[in-house]
């Protein structure tokens, strides 16, 4: 009985974080855009766009290769995997073990890998530049994230997210600086890895001063809209991530009803929407970075990973 | 676990060894002084959190000295001689951001050794760990000062580096308050003296770049 | 068992003979790689049946060498494991040197050494005593010389040769005098009497430093990795498949052996060195490949990449042993010889890749190649799993070695030394920065040859490479793959080596439902490769049928995009300087890099100029200043060259007097 309830659990959570995802997106467009007083374009467009994309044609270079069509959805696949298994509203995944975060992350990192790959199959100059540029972000993105998860491994004794869910629900916790200082590295590598301002501008219309948008310029129709879904399936999740290990409340526990479950979907799309909002409010009020300026950035989340290990340490030792 | 009474104190004297990376992080000069008002700030409640801890009260005093001083006095007059000289709002730097971070890195981790190790026989597990901050806190000032060209920014850096001291006293429950006003008024004057220095530097090399110094003593290759 | 494996490596031997016999010409050059072929399939299948049946050690004495002593030979857990890398590799570089060999214009170089280093390599696997395991890490460190100088009408290849000599002895003087030192007063040169020894901390810390130098030189740590990044490369394909993806092992099998099993507990401190270099060595070595516009030589510098990564494990595995914490230690230590299996097959295959985009298209130069992916597909494909696998990604075999050395990593809190506690996230971070790095190098690497548009003729005119190759390198790649899904296997299989040097091993994982891995506990973390793939395909496949069916299936070609320039010049694309320029600029300091922009004045319509060019301080730094000092030196003694009779015998009854003096101040 427990194992059916997990695994539709798990049904249902790959569903709604590939459900939410284009939400996600076309909310934080609407809040910046609020932001600088304009209207914007309805929550949905994200979805529109999509069905659109979806139905039109494939204009492919000539000489794109096979690698070049199959990278779409091998982007999305391995993403939406990542997504599916973050606990979101529930604890009680069915699949949660198959990955802890540091495979998540790496899975990413295989999206990521293919996705530069991809950049430099047609051979055009701003293709290798978002590949070369991405891979350097990566580069400093990825041992931040490692620092990272290594204080919350430190202070939640486990790698498992959902464990660490657990035991972040738990209370037990207490006020840590450390936690406060991985969840700052924690966002600055998730605006990195998102291509958020101000590591990367996706709205941006100067090509030499973009990454991802400058590695997918090729791609068109419903290559197109797997990338897409894609990059809004990773900003959720970020955002889930930050959610279900630093603000751990509303998560339904392991064998709860379905009225606990309802409630953790509900608190769940609000924290989506706050996150949302605040990202909003983030990119408006800042400025983008110059690119050499990005690796002080990341290094930033780094020493932070770094120097959370370092007090937590003190603190345990005492 | 250790209660919130230590966590608190953790999250505090943490924020200051965060808050002095993040004043190696800064570029501008203007934001420099801000970020250390906030240290001077923090430095504060945490002197206060000690004192209701310790029920020290002549503590309160040194929370209050470095609040009015630090935190509000010594950055806006600093913001005035920056004005007044019309110095490069720029922070200038002897090497890049990211190794002097690892180098801090490297500094703090020493400090919580060393002092970790050094208090081995005290039973206070929480003046044990304020002393490791505030030494961390101490060499990080000092980092500043080597690494930073500008002489604001190493003012900057010195008085960040008596911040850990006072941290030090804080902890180490028992310094009295006269040894204390006496360290904030020493500070004062340095700080005064340092402004008239500013001055005349600024007046004989039109810059405030301590190398035009050593050039005067024609100490530059 | 020990006899079959010996008799195997005799057969080698023999092969060597018969080659040398036959002058080496080309009609034997299939059969001589065939007849190793089928010797590695067998030590392979020696070292697999040893470790499965968790059979006992099996040792005999062959009166050959030394002739009151003759030589000890054993097969123990420990020397399976690396049989079964040594087989696995052999083989697959056999068979592909079965097709490859037939292009090379002077087999005569190749043939009759080929055969003997697998043999010494054998040898060094099975040394029982000090001597055999010098005399067959010296035939091996020749024999391989002798391979990297067959081209040797190039004068790079030459200096390579040199320079890889040098080393080479200098490494094996080295390890002489630490097996001098573990043999102790009493001479126990045969590693059963070496065990009983008992020797001061500070002696066998002595011991320890001394193989982290002369084995360290073979494998290629740092600073004493410069000539591996030229030697390797030098060498037909296939030998450089085997010198970077097998005798790096062997050499570390050498450092394994001493610091795990004959010499005994170390201190806790000794693994600093080990760790500290490790994972500066993993940095620094992908750091270079990132920048190198050499592909054979991208691959070299990321081996020493790798061997970094596993001497941070080895490290690891050294602390948690030193404060008794053994299930951590074999840990730290399978992740170590999983890695170093795992490199053996990504690291072979794309040597192979390597030597057939070579055969193709005549190019080492990246910035000669591109477009590979249309003329050589299935060489594309492979080489896809490889520098998939090699970049630390799941669901390959490169990420499941990571994996578990993090998961050694996340378990250093336990560790009683705060200095410890400290380093290892330090090290963890970097290796972190080093997987990372990996990927953006393996991305230059694949997108400059195998993506984008040809840059050269010859890429443009390139062929599929051959059969025997293709075979080889796609066992390579399925075994990547089925490394990565279904890892419980290989760490099962090492778990009897992992436990003969730290006293226990790592659970069982064959009972784990969906191939799942759990190195601690359960709670702790888990990682199923298997899972991962499924879903990854399923998903994948889903997708891309629903979009198909619901969506659009119509497909157009048309020039590319590029914002509405495109440019036909292949000089326009990215190129491996220009991929590597971000990296470049951040890791400037490090790599010593420069660039210089040559501007014509205004007029003039000459091309601008941009050279970029990073330095190996290792090599300015510390290996310049020692070559002057040696020739400053060897100008100075020159003069004794010039003293007349009686002022030799001076000299050598000077040093006579000196020497007694000495012995007997030491009485």
């Given at each position: 009985?427990?194992?059916?309830?997990?695994?539709?659990?798990?049904?249902?959570?790959?569903?709604?974080?590939?459900?939410?995802?284009?939400?996600?997106?076309?909310?934080?467009?609407?809040?910046?855009?609020?932001?600088?007083?304009?209207?914007?374009?309805?929550?949905?467009?994200?979805?529109?766009?999509?069905?659109?994309?979806?139905?039109?044609?494939?204009?492919?270079?000539?000489?794109?290769?096979?690698l070049?069509?199959v990278s779409?959805?091998m982007i999305?696949a391995a993403t939406?995997v990542a997504?599916?298994?973050?606990?979101?509203?529930?604890?009680?995944?069915?699949?949660?073990?198959t990955a802890d975060?540091i495979a998540l992350v790496a899975l990413l990192g295989s999206a990521r890998f293919f996705l530069a790959l991809?950049?430099?199959?047609?051979?055009?100059?701003?293709?290798?530049?978002?590949?070369?540029?991405?891979?350097?972000?990566g580069?400093?993105?990825e041992?931040?994230?490692?620092?990272?998860?290594?204080?919350?491994?430190?202070?939640?004794?486990?790698?498992?997210?959902?464990?660490?869910?657990?035991?972040?629900?738990?209370?037990?916790?207490?006020?840590?600086?450390?936690?406060?200082?991985?969840?700052?590295?924690?966002?600055?590598?998730?605006?990195?890895?998102?291509?958020?301002?101000?590591?990367?501008?996706?709205?941006?219309?100067?090509?030499?001063?973009?990454?991802?948008?400058?590695?997918?310029?090729?791609?068109?129709?419903?290559?197109?809209?797997?990338?897409?879904?894609?990059?809004?399936?990773?900003?959720?999740?970020?955002?889930?991530?930050?959610?279900?290990?630093?603000?751990?409340?509303?998560?339904?526990?392991?064998?709860?009803?379905?009225?606990?479950?309802?409630?953790?979907?509900?608190?769940?799309?609000?924290?989506?929407?706050?996150?949302?909002?605040?990202?909003?409010?983030?990119?408006?009020?800042?400025?983008?970075?110059?690119?050499?300026?990005?690796?002080?950035?990341?290094?930033?989340?780094?020493?932070?990973?770094?120097?959370?290990?370092?007090?937590?340490?003190?603190?345990?030792?005492? | 676990?250790?209660?919130?009474?230590?966590?608190?104190?953790?999250?505090?004297?943490?924020?200051?060894?965060?808050?002095?990376?993040?004043?190696?992080?800064?570029?501008?000069?203007?934001?420099?002084?801000?970020?250390?008002?906030?240290?001077?700030?923090?430095?504060?409640?945490?002197?206060?959190?000690?004192?209701?801890?310790?029920?020290?009260?002549?503590?309160?005093?040194?929370?209050?000295?470095?609040?009015?001083?630090?935190?509000?006095?010594?950055?806006?007059?600093?913001?005035?001689?920056?004005?007044?000289?019309?110095?490069?709002?720029?922070?200038?730097?002897?090497?890049?951001?990211?190794?002097?971070?690892?180098?801090?890195?490297?500094?703090?981790?020493?400090?919580?050794?060393?002092?970790?190790?050094?208090?081995?026989?005290?039973?206070?597990?929480?003046?044990?760990?304020?002393?490791?901050?505030?030494?961390?806190?101490?060499?990080?000032?000092?980092?500043?000062?080597?690494?930073?060209?500008?002489?604001?920014?190493?003012?900057?850096?010195?008085?960040?580096?008596?911040?850990?001291?006072?941290?030090?006293?804080?902890?180490?429950?028992?310094?009295?308050?006269?040894?204390?006003?006496?360290?904030?008024?020493?500070?004062?004057?340095?700080?005064?003296?340092?402004?008239?220095?500013?001055?005349?530097?600024?007046?004989?090399?039109?810059?405030?770049?301590?190398?035009?110094?050593?050039?005067?003593?024609?100490?530059?290759? | 068992?020990?006899?079959?494996?010996?008799?195997?490596?005799?057969?080698?031997?023999?092969?060597?003979?018969?080659?040398?016999?036959?002058?080496?010409?080309?009609?034997?050059?299939?059969?001589?790689?065939?007849?190793?072929?089928?010797?590695?399939?067998?030590?392979?299948?020696?070292?697999?049946?040893?470790?499965?049946?968790?059979?006992?050690?099996?040792?005999?004495?062959?009166?050959?060498?030394?002739?009151?002593?003759?030589?000890?030979?054993?097969?123990?857990?420990?020397?399976?494991?690396?049989?079964?890398?040594?087989?696995t590799g052999?083989?697959a570089?056999?068979?592909?040197?079965?097709?490859?060999?037939?292009?090379?214009?002077?087999?005569?170089?190749?043939?009759?050494?080929?055969?003997?280093?697998?043999?010494?390599?054998?040898?060094?696997?099975?040394?029982?005593?000090?001597?055999?395991?010098?005399?067959?890490?010296?035939?091996?460190?020749?024999?391989?010389?002798?391979?990297?100088?067959?081209?040797?009408?190039?004068?790079?290849?030459?200096?390579?040769?040199?320079?890889?000599?040098?080393?080479?002895?200098?490494?094996?003087?080295?390890?002489?005098?630490?097996?001098?030192?573990?043999?102790?007063?009493?001479?126990?040169?045969?590693?059963?009497?070496?065990?009983?020894?008992?020797?001061?901390?500070?002696?066998?810390?002595?011991?320890?430093?001394?193989?982290?130098?002369?084995?360290?030189?073979?494998?290629?740590?740092?600073?004493?990795?410069?000539?591996?990044?030229?030697?390797?490369?030098?060498?037909?394909?296939?030998?450089?498949?085997?010198?970077?993806g097998?005798?790096?092992?062997?050499?570390?099998?050498?450092?394994?052996?001493?610091?795990?099993?004959?010499?005994?507990?170390?201190?806790?401190?000794?693994?600093?060195?080990?760790?500290?270099?490790?994972?500066?060595?993993?940095?620094?070595?992908i750091?270079?490949?990132?920048?190198?516009?050499?592909?054979?030589?991208?691959l070299?510098?990321s081996?020493?990449e790798n061997?970094?990564v596993?001497?941070?494990?080895?490290?690891?595995?050294?602390?948690?042993?030193?404060?008794?914490?053994?299930?951590?230690?074999?840990?730290?230590?399978?992740a170590?010889?999983v890695h170093a299996m795992n490199h053996m097959m990504f690291k072979s295959l794309l040597f192979m890749v390597?030597?057939?985009?070579?055969?193709?298209?005549?190019?080492?130069?990246?910035?000669?190649?591109?477009?590979?992916?249309?003329?050589?597909?299935?060489?594309a494909f492979l080489a896809l799993v490889g520098v998939t696998a090699i970049a630390a990604l799941p669901p390959l075999n490169g990420f499941v070695s990571e994996w578990m050395l993090f998961?050694?990593?996340?378990?250093?809190?336990?560790?009683?030394?705060?200095?410890?506690?400290?380093?290892?996230?330090?090290?963890?971070?970097?290796?972190?920065?080093a997987a990372a790095?990996a990927a953006a190098c393996f991305v230059?690497f694949y997108?400059?040859?195998f993506?984008?548009?040809?840059?050269?003729?010859?890429?443009?005119?390139?062929?599929?490479?051959?059969?025997?190759?293709?075979?080889?390198m796609g066992a390579l790649a399925l075994l990547c793959v089925l490394a990565g899904i279904v890892p419980g296997v290989l760490i099962?299989?090492?778990?009897?080596?992992?436990?003969?040097?730290?006293?226990?091993?790592?659970?069982?994982q064959?009972?784990?439902?969906w191939f799942t891995l759990?190195?601690?506990?359960?709670?702790?973390?888990?990682y199923s490769g298997f899972l991962v793939m499924v879903f990854i395909a399923v998903?994948g496949?889903?997708?891309?049928?629903?979009?198909?069916?619901?969506?659009?299936?119509?497909?157009?070609?048309?020039?590319?995009?590029?914002?509405?320039?495109?440019?036909?010049?292949?000089?326009?694309?990215?190129?491996?300087?220009?991929?590597?320029?971000?990296?470049?600029?951040?890791?400037?300091?490090?790599?010593?890099?420069?660039?210089?922009?040559?501007?014509?004045?205004?007029?003039?319509?000459?091309?601008?100029?941009?050279?970029?060019?990073?330095?190996?301080?290792?090599?300015?730094?510390?290996?310049?200043?020692?070559?002057?000092?040696?020739?400053?030196?060897?100008?100075?003694?020159?003069?004794?060259?010039?003293?007349?009779?009686?002022?030799?015998?001076?000299?050598?009854?000077?040093?006579?007097?000196?020497?007694?003096?000495?012995?007997?101040?030491?009485?």
């Amino acid at each position: 009985m427990e194992l059916t309830g997990n695994l539709i659990l798990q049904g249902v959570q790959m569903l709604v974080v590939l459900a939410l995802a284009p939400g996600l997106t076309g909310l934080v467009r609407k809040f910046k855009a609020r932001l600088t007083r304009r209207r914007g374009a309805p929550v949905v467009q994200p979805y529109r766009d999509l069905m659109r994309l979806m139905r039109k044609e494939v204009v492919l270079a000539e000489n794109a290769s096979w690698l070049f069509r199959v990278s779409p959805y091998m982007i999305f696949a391995a993403t939406w995997v990542a997504a599916a298994l973050v606990p979101t509203f529930a604890i009680g995944l069915h699949f949660t073990w198959t990955a802890d975060l540091i495979a998540l992350v790496a899975l990413l990192g295989s999206a990521r890998f293919f996705l530069a790959l991809a950049g430099m199959d047609v051979g055009t100059s701003f293709g290798g530049i978002g590949s070369s540029r991405e891979m350097m972000i990566g580069a400093f993105a990825e041992p931040a994230m490692l620092l990272m998860a290594f204080t919350i491994a430190l202070v939640a004794g486990s790698t498992q997210l959902s464990n660490i869910v657990a035991f972040m629900a738990s209370g037990e916790v207490g006020i840590r600086v450390s936690m406060g200082m991985a969840l700052i590295a924690l966002i600055i590598v998730g605006l990195a890895e998102n291509a958020r301002i101000p590591v990367d501008n996706p709205a941006t219309h100067l090509e030499l001063t973009m990454v991802h948008e400058a590695m997918v310029l090729e791609y068109s129709g419903r290559h197109l809209a797997m990338i897409e879904l894609a990059a809004s399936l990773k900003l959720l999740l970020y955002m889930a991530l930050i959610g279900c290990v630093f603000f751990p409340w509303g998560i339904a526990p392991a064998n709860a009803g379905v009225g606990g479950l309802a409630i953790g979907g509900a608190i769940f799309v609000l924290k989506l929407a706050a996150g949302g909002a605040l990202l909003a409010l983030f990119e408006t009020s800042i400025a983008k970075m110059r690119v050499f300026r990005v690796p002080d950035f990341l290094g930033v989340a780094l020493m932070l990973g770094l120097l959370g290990t370092l007090l937590l340490f003190v603190s345990r030792s005492l | 676990m250790h209660g919130l009474d230590f966590d608190i104190a953790h999250l505090l004297a943490g924020s200051l060894v965060l808050v002095s990376f993040m004043m190696i992080y800064q570029d501008r000069i203007y934001s420099l002084l801000n970020t250390f008002a906030l240290q001077a700030v923090l430095l504060a409640l945490a002197v206060a959190w000690q004192a209701w801890i310790q029920g020290a009260h002549h503590l309160y005093a040194s929370a209050a000295l470095a609040l009015v001083f630090k935190g509000t006095i010594v950055p806006w007059a600093l913001h005035r001689i920056v004005q007044r000289l019309g110095i490069h709002r720029e922070v200038e730097v002897v090497t890049g951001v990211v190794p002097t971070m690892l180098a801090g890195m490297g500094l703090v981790a020493l400090s919580i050794l060393l002092m970790l190790q050094l208090t081995e026989s005290a039973e206070n597990a929480l003046a044990r760990e304020d002393l490791a901050f505030a030494l961390s806190v101490i060499l990080l000032g000092m980092l500043m000062m080597v690494t930073r060209r500008n002489a604001v920014t190493q003012v900057v850096g010195f008085m960040s580096l008596e911040n850990g001291l006072i941290l030090a006293a804080a902890g180490a429950q028992g310094m009295p308050l006269v040894v204390e006003i006496s360290v904030a008024f020493s500070v004062l004057i340095a700080m005064i003296v340092i402004g008239v220095f500013l001055f005349r530097i600024r007046e004989r090399f039109d810059s405030v770049d301590l190398e035009s110094l050593d050039e005067f003593r024609g100490e530059r290759r | 068992m020990i006899e079959i494996a010996a008799s195997t490596a005799l057969c080698l031997l023999m092969l060597s003979f018969v080659a040398t016999a036959m002058r080496g010409r080309l009609a034997v050059s299939a059969a001589v790689y065939l007849g190793c072929a089928v010797s590695c399939f067998a030590l392979a299948l020696v070292g697999v049946w040893t470790l499965a049946t968790q059979a006992g050690a099996s040792a005999m004495r062959v009166p050959v060498g030394l002739p009151w002593l003759g030589a000890h030979l054993r097969l123990d857990a420990l020397s399976a494991a690396f049989l079964t890398l040594l087989g696995t590799g052999g083989a697959a570089a056999s068979v592909y040197a079965i097709g490859y060999g037939r292009h090379e214009h002077e087999p005569h170089r190749v043939l009759p050494f080929y055969p003997g280093f697998l043999a010494a390599m054998t040898l060094v696997l099975l040394a029982d005593d000090a001597f055999t395991f010098l005399l067959s890490w010296e035939v091996m460190s020749l024999l391989s010389w002798a391979l990297v100088l067959t081209h040797h009408r190039e004068e790079e290849n030459r200096t390579a040769g040199y320079l890889y000599l040098v080393m080479a002895g200098f490494g094996t003087m080295v390890l002489l005098l630490a097996f001098g030192l573990m043999a102790g007063a009493g001479g126990a040169y045969d590693f059963a009497a070496m065990r009983e020894v008992a020797r001061s901390p500070a002696l066998a810390a002595l011991v320890l430093a001394l193989m982290m130098v002369g084995a360290g030189s073979k494998a290629g740590l740092m600073p004493l990795h410069v000539w591996l990044p030229v030697a390797h490369p030098a060498a037909p394909s296939h030998v450089s498949a085997l010198m970077s993806g097998v005798m790096t092992k062997v050499a570390l099998y050498g450092f394994v052996r001493v610091a795990f099993d004959l010499l005994g507990p170390v201190a806790w401190w000794m693994s600093v060195p080990v760790v500290v270099v490790g994972a500066v060595t993993a940095v620094m070595g992908i750091l270079f490949a990132n920048v190198d516009g050499d592909g054979k030589r991208v691959l070299a510098y990321s081996t020493i990449e790798n061997i970094g990564v596993i001497f941070t494990a080895l490290g690891l595995a050294l602390a948690f042993r030193a404060n008794e914490m053994a299930g951590l230690a074999a840990l730290a230590l399978t992740a170590g010889l999983v890695h170093a299996m795992n490199h053996m097959m990504f690291k072979s295959l794309l040597f192979m890749v390597a030597g057939a985009v070579l055969n193709a298209t005549g190019q080492r130069d990246l910035d000669g190649l591109g477009g590979l992916i249309h003329r050589m597909p299935k060489t594309a494909f492979l080489a896809l799993v490889g520098v998939t696998a090699i970049a630390a990604l799941p669901p390959l075999n490169g990420f499941v070695s990571e994996w578990m050395l993090f998961q050694a990593v996340l378990q250093s809190p336990n560790l009683p030394q705060p200095g410890l506690q400290f380093l290892v996230p330090a090290a963890g971070g970097l290796l972190a920065l080093a997987a990372a790095l990996a990927a953006a190098c393996f991305v230059r690497f694949y997108g400059v040859v195998f993506l984008g548009r040809p840059r050269s003729d010859a890429a443009r005119e390139a062929g599929e490479t051959d059969r025997w190759s293709l075979t080889a390198m796609g066992a390579l790649a399925l075994l990547c793959v089925l490394a990565g899904i279904v890892p419980g296997v290989l760490i099962d299989l090492v778990a009897p080596a992992v436990e003969l040097a730290v006293g226990a091993g790592l659970p069982l994982q064959a009972g784990n439902s969906w191939f799942t891995l759990i190195p601690v506990a359960e709670g702790r973390s888990s990682y199923s490769g298997f899972l991962v793939m499924v879903f990854i395909a399923v998903s994948g496949g889903a997708a891309a049928w629903l979009v198909h069916r619901l969506g659009s299936r119509r497909l157009r070609r048309a020039p590319a995009w590029d914002c509405g320039l495109p440019n036909a010049d292949p000089v326009t694309q990215y190129g491996s300087g220009s991929f590597a320029q971000p990296i470049r600029r951040v890791m400037a300091p490090v790599l010593a890099a420069r660039e210089t922009v040559t501007m014509p004045p205004p007029g003039d319509r000459a091309a601008a100029r941009l050279a970029a060019r990073t330095e190996d301080l290792a090599w300015t730094r510390v290996y310049m200043p020692i070559i002057a000092f040696v020739g400053a030196a060897a100008t100075r003694f020159n003069a004794l060259q010039f003293l007349t009779i009686r002022r030799y015998l001076s000299l050598v009854f000077g040093s006579l007097i000196l020497l007694l003096t000495g012995l007997t101040i030491w009485n």
